[in-house]
C-alpha cells in the first residue's frame, strides 16, 4: 500500500506563489507517473499536472502553462508543484495521485489533499 503525503498549500495573494510537495512511501512500488489534480468548491476534480517517473515528460493543463511547474526527486520519490502568478481560480484542494500499476490507466493512489486559497 502507497501512502502519499502533500504539504505546502495556504493562503497566497494573487500573483503571488507556492510551491506542494507530494512524498510516496509504503513498501516496495516503482513509480511510473505522478500528477496533481485539483477540485474547487462544487466543481468536478481537474488534471493539473503530471510527470512520467522514467520519460521524464510532463504534462499540464492550460489554465496552468507557463505558470506551474510540475518536478521530481527520484531518490525522495517526492514530485512538486512550483505554483507561480497564482490566481484567484486557483483556489482548490489540490491532491496528488500515484500510478504504479502500468497495466491501468488510472492512477493508483490519491493523497490526503491540499488546501490552496489565492486571494484577490
Known amino acids: 500500500?502507497?501512502?502519499?503525503?502533500?504539504?505546502?498549500?495556504?493562503?497566497?495573494?494573487?500573483?503571488?506563489?507556492?510551491?506542494?510537495?507530494?512524498?510516496?512511501?509504503?513498501?516496495t512500488f516503482t513509480l511510473f507517473a505522478m500528477g496533481w489534480f485539483r477540485q474547487a468548491p462544487g466543481k468536478a476534480r481537474e488534471f493539473v499536472a503530471a510527470i512520467n517517473w522514467i520519460e521524464r515528460t510532463t504534462d499540464?493543463?492550460?489554465?496552468?502553462?507557463?505558470?506551474?511547474?510540475?518536478?521530481?526527486?527520484n531518490a525522495k520519490n517526492t514530485v512538486y508543484l512550483q505554483m507561480n502568478s497564482l490566481k484567484p481560480e486557483d483556489t482548490a484542494v489540490y491532491?496528488?495521485?500515484?500510478?504504479v500499476d502500468i497495466t491501468r490507466s488510472d492512477y493508483d493512489?490519491?493523497?490526503?489533499?491540499?488546501?490552496?486559497?489565492?486571494?484577490?
Open 1 to 27: 500500500q502507497v501512502q502519499l503525503v502533500e504539504s505546502g498549500g495556504g493562503l497566497v495573494q494573487a500573483g503571488g506563489s507556492l510551491k506542494l510537495s507530494c512524498a510516496a512511501s509504503g513498501g
Open 60 to 73: 499540464y493543463a492550460d489554465s496552468v502553462k507557463g505558470r506551474f511547474r510540475i518536478s521530481k526527486d
Open 95 to 99: 491532491y496528488c495521485a500515484a500510478k
Open 109 to 120: 493512489y490519491w493523497g490526503q489533499g491540499t488546501q490552496v486559497t489565492v486571494s484577490s
